[in-house]
């Protein structure tokens, strides 16, 4: 099976002019956790996603600690917000290079390439280049587990 065949094909993307406030937005009203961001052509360009904007949010002492498990409460911190100045800067600023697959990639190798970057999320596109759809670890999962009922039968 190919990718194609599960995945979603109305996708939300956002162009490079779009600014890290708008990504929020477009993320909290369309409840999504990525989000790919296309140039003119409507080719992918970037990602950027829930993590990344929850970047924004942590402290910097977490980058330099190997375990958090020990810190039961960040205080005063946890009331803290992005300023303006940094909401208002461009995507580019904070998106990551876009991970995609063609159209025709199959199921496992979509899935191993997922597990191999720690992706949840992929975006495919068509043999052009453009963003044509997203699939996630779940659509892949369900489609190739539904296949092992005429196994079983």
Request: hydrophobic share 45%.
């Amino acid at each position: 099976m190919k990718v194609s065949s599960c995945m979603k094909r109305n996708v939300v993307s956002l162009p490079m002019t779009a600014t890290i406030l708008e990504a929020a937005k477009i993320i909290v009203e369309k409840h999504i956790g990525l989000l790919p961001v296309v140039n003119g052509d409507a080719n992918p360009v970037g990602v950027i996603g829930l993590g990344d904007l929850l970047t924004l949010e942590l402290p910097d002492f977490v980058h330099f600690l190997s375990d958090v498990d020990f810190v039961h409460d960040f205080g005063a911190v946890e009331d803290t917000r992005p300023s303006a100045t940094a909401l208002s800067q461009k995507v580019e600023t904070l998106m990551r290079p876009p991970i995609t697959v063609d159209e025709d990639s199959g199921l496992l190798r979509t899935y191993a390439l997922m597990l191999q970057h720690n992706l949840h999320d992929i975006p495919v596109v068509s043999k052009e280049g453009k963003l044509i759809g997203i699939a996630s670890r779940v659509d892949i999962g369900v489609s190739i587990l539904s296949t092992w009922q005429r196994v079983a039968q």
